[in-house]
């Protein structure tokens, strides 16, 4: 066997590239790395990783397997402690934005008169837009109704910045009681100075999940009555199928 190719060698050269890669890396990329003629099976790099991932399990370093493909990173619980490496103080998001992130992303796809409709408050431009622009979110397609709106879902960019591998990673609805978990959950402090006042001005935040939850459990068992399964719109097509590609 080439050399490159044995077991520990092969794990050893997968470690030293993501270690030096600035983006994930896929199985097919990982591939590329070798010499035509001495490429690796996926199964054997499928193998190498899943060793690398033991490896570094219970450390400060973990490896992730993510929307697109695989990279080193810190383990979330030591976030406090890694915070104080940077003089930018942590971003806060406020109730309102984290509410219309969370109902995207477990209703998706949605319109913003759906969230409105959830929310019991109109759903300010602002939101939207600084959704867009974090590129957690993108427009998907269009509702076939009068007015044609536009329908709302989260990006492989919100799966990576969250640390999720798919959506199916997301915390379970049946677990999240008020936003306050939510931002737990996805490691993000709430704008305190706000929350309370949006609270008031929005409703009970609690309720507002639970009819979340509601409609999201009616629409998986209607999913499962008919056989079909719900869409999947973490990304574009073509980054869809790349993420599938690699598992």
């Given at each position: 066997m080439n050399e490159q190719k044995q077991p520990e060698a092969l794990k050893n050269i997968l470690e030293a590239a993501l270690l030096v890669s600035d983006k994930p890396l896929t199985i097919d990329r990982f591939i590329s790395l070798f010499p035509e003629d001495a490429h690796p099976h996926r199964n054997e790099v499928k193998k190498a990783l899943e060793e690398l991932q033991n490896d570094y399990a219970g450390r400060g370093i973990v490896l992730r397997k993510i929307s697109r493909g695989y990279r080193f990173q810190s383990e979330a619980k030591y976030s406090t402690w890694l915070q104080k490496l940077w003089e930018?103080?942590?971003?806060?998001?406020?109730?309102?934005?984290l509410e219309t992130l969370a109902i995207i992303a477990y209703r998706q796809p949605v319109t913003r008169a759906d969230i409105e409709e959830i929310r019991g408050v109109a759903v300010s431009s602002e939101i939207v837009?600084?959704?867009?622009?974090?590129?957690?979110?993108?427009?998907?397609?269009?509702?076939?109704?009068p007015g044609k709106p536009a329908l709302l879902g989260t990006t492989n960019g919100f799966l990576e910045h969250f640390n999720l591998g798919n959506l199916n990673e997301l915390p379970p609805?049946?677990?999240?009681?008020?936003?306050?978990?939510?931002?737990?959950?996805?490691?993000?402090?709430l704008d305190e100075e706000n929350t309370h006042e949006q609270a008031k001005q929005s409703g009970d935040g609690e309720k507002r999940l639970e009819i979340v939850t509601e409609k999201t459990q009616e629409q998986q068992a209607s999913s499962q009555e008919s056989g079909t399964p719900q869409d999947d719109i973490s990304g574009s097509s073509g980054e869809s199928e790349a993420a599938g590609n690699e598992g």
């Amino acid at each position: 066997m080439n050399e490159q190719k044995q077991p520990e060698a092969l794990k050893n050269i997968l470690e030293a590239a993501l270690l030096v890669s600035d983006k994930p890396l896929t199985i097919d990329r990982f591939i590329s790395l070798f010499p035509e003629d001495a490429h690796p099976h996926r199964n054997e790099v499928k193998k190498a990783l899943e060793e690398l991932q033991n490896d570094y399990a219970g450390r400060g370093i973990v490896l992730r397997k993510i929307s697109r493909g695989y990279r080193f990173q810190s383990e979330a619980k030591y976030s406090t402690w890694l915070q104080k490496l940077w003089e930018e103080r942590p971003r806060k998001y406020s109730r309102a934005l984290l509410e219309t992130l969370a109902i995207i992303a477990y209703r998706q796809p949605v319109t913003r008169a759906d969230i409105e409709e959830i929310r019991g408050v109109a759903v300010s431009s602002e939101i939207v837009k600084t959704l867009l622009n974090r590129e957690w979110v993108k427009i998907v397609g269009h509702r076939d109704v009068p007015g044609k709106p536009a329908l709302l879902g989260t990006t492989n960019g919100f799966l990576e910045h969250f640390n999720l591998g798919n959506l199916n990673e997301l915390p379970p609805l049946s677990e999240i009681r008020d936003v306050e978990t939510i931002a737990m959950e996805l490691n993000y402090t709430l704008d305190e100075e706000n929350t309370h006042e949006q609270a008031k001005q929005s409703g009970d935040g609690e309720k507002r999940l639970e009819i979340v939850t509601e409609k999201t459990q009616e629409q998986q068992a209607s999913s499962q009555e008919s056989g079909t399964p719900q869409d999947d719109i973490s990304g574009s097509s073509g980054e869809s199928e790349a993420a599938g590609n690699e598992g």
